[in-house]
């Protein structure tokens, strides 16, 4: 299929780490993305990973890719109220067209 | 990273009129330029892909004679809904590319537009 999938939904507490799940369909894909939406705002581009790499880790953000598993993950360290939002993973395919996951809204509990 | 504005920002618009949305990209030529449009609660669905000099790309299930694409510059796209009616009402996002990245598949997003349609 061409879904990129994501669970809906994740709660975790101030100061704990986040780890937001997404498994994508295209093995050809060369950038796999995470961006980060607040409400009624666009999309920023929080960090990226290319498709030949298995980890990369910026700042609290820690991302991590099992290509053979078409398995891609975001965790964010001593995540913050103001990390409450929706966070979109992406693929970008053949015609460097992208597809976008289902979103997963995160929500911060003080 | 690169800048890409969107306005409007909000538009509402009684039905049957045509919205044009600009999408420009501030600090970088972008030959290549994408239209999302997003449901409440929803993912980015892709409607078009906008090549600077030459025709839209559309994506299936997308109607070009309704959602008209112009990219006459390296810097601006513009997306006109035409005879809008209610069901258009939509949060539209535009993106773009710079070439001159070293990923050059990264994409930066404009801020969105909220279209009404009443």
């Known amino acids: 299929g061409e879904d990129v999938e994501q669970s809906l939904f994740l709660s975790v507490r101030e100061g704990d780490s986040s780890v937001i799940n997404c498994t994508y369909t295209d093995s050809s894909s060369t950038y796999l993305y995470w961006y980060k939406q607040e409400p009624g705002a666009g999309l920023q581009l929080l960090t990226y990973?290319?498709?030949?790499?298995d980890m990369k880790q910026d700042q609290r953000l820690t991302v991590l890719l099992n290509k053979k598993d078409k398995h891609l993950s975001l965790r964010i360290a001593d995540t913050q109220t103001g990390d409450s939002a929706i966070y979109f993973c992406a693929e970008s395919r053949a015609g460097n067209q992208f597809y976008f996951g289902t979103g997963t809204s995160l929500t911060v509990i003080p | 990273g690169a800048v890409v504005s969107q306005h409007p920002s909000w538009v509402i618009c009684k039905s049957g009129t045509s919205v044009k949305i600009e999408c420009r990209s501030l600090d970088f030529q972008a030959t290549t330029m994408f239209w999302y449009r997003q449901f409440p609660k929803q993912s980015l669905m892709l409607m078009a892909t906008?090549?600077?000099?030459?025709?839209?790309?559309?994506e299936q299930g997308v109607e070009k004679d309704k959602f008209l694409i112009n990219h006459a510059s390296l810097t601006l796209s513009t997306l006109t809904v035409t005879s809008a009616h209610p069901e258009d009402s939509s949060f539209y996002i535009c993106?773009?590319?710079?070439?001159?990245?070293?990923?050059?598949?990264?994409?930066?997003f404009g801020p969105g537009t909220r279209l009404l349609v009443l």
């Open positions: 990973i290319f498709s030949n790499m």
């Open positions: 993106s773009a590319r710079d070439p001159l990245e070293r990923t050059q598949e990264t994409q930066y």
């Open positions: 906008s090549n600077e000099g030459s025709k839209a790309t559309y």
